[in-house]
């Protein structure tokens, strides 16, 4: 063999090599990437769990006689414009819900399924409370004030022309749905003794 032959062999290897090189780094490359789309998949997967997870335990903490109690309290301050702190924990609530829902933790969507009456409601009927407290604490609430634009803007997405949209012009409609959220004393279940 000459030289000639044997450089120009060489280059071929060489460049065989090369491109069996390129070739498998190109298989690992898209089986990282294979990877990594599961991984995300899976986490989203799970976040997803967490977030469905979460949502119920924050129905289960929004609909037991205790904080109904607590519901019915802040709805009857709001109605009479009295003892207006009474409706206080129920606005936390929702700070809370906002908090969830701005990091991540809750979805909007699971937001707006469980909560957009209630959080509709009471931001809509603690409006004078809010402003004037804020004029104190100026980010006050802001979470929940969040989560309401989060909630509305789905409301609107799927029916603009919903009537909860305009129940800041309704009165008399919000003064219905706070009476709803009254638990009458004697209409009460007794406990089992």
Do not use: C
């Not at 301050?77 to 929702?94: P, R, T």
């Not at 819900?97 to 937001?111: I, N, P, W």
């Not at 634009?149 to 022309?161: T, Y």
Request: charged share 25%.
């Amino acid at each position: 063999m000459t030289d000639h032959t044997l450089s120009a062999l060489t280059a071929l290897a060489t460049a065989l090599a090369a491109l069996a090189a390129a070739g498998a780094v190109w298989v690992s490359w898209r089986g990282i990437a294979k990877q990594n789309a599961q991984a995300k998949a899976s986490r989203e997967d799970f976040k997803l769990s967490l977030a469905a997870d979460l949502s119920m335990k924050l129905d289960d903490r929004f609909n037991p006689e205790d904080f109904r109690q607590t519901r019915s309290h802040a709805a009857q301050a709001l109605l009479s414009g009295q003892k207006l702190v009474d409706a206080e924990d129920v606005f936390d609530f929702f700070e809370t819900v906002g908090l969830l829902v701005r990091t991540g933790a809750l979805t909007k969507e699971l937001a707006y399924n469980f909560f957009f009456h209630w959080i509709n409601l009471y931001w809509v009927a603690g409006q004078g409370h809010i402003q004037e407290k804020r004029k104190v604490a100026k980010s006050l609430w802001e979470n929940f004030e969040y989560l309401y634009d989060i909630v509305q803007q789905s409301e609107r997405m799927k029916d603009a022309d919903s009537e909860d949209l305009k129940l800041a012009e309704q009165p008399q409609r919000l003064r219905t749905l706070l009476n709803e959220e009254i638990i009458e004393e004697e209409n009460q279940p007794r406990p089992l003794q």
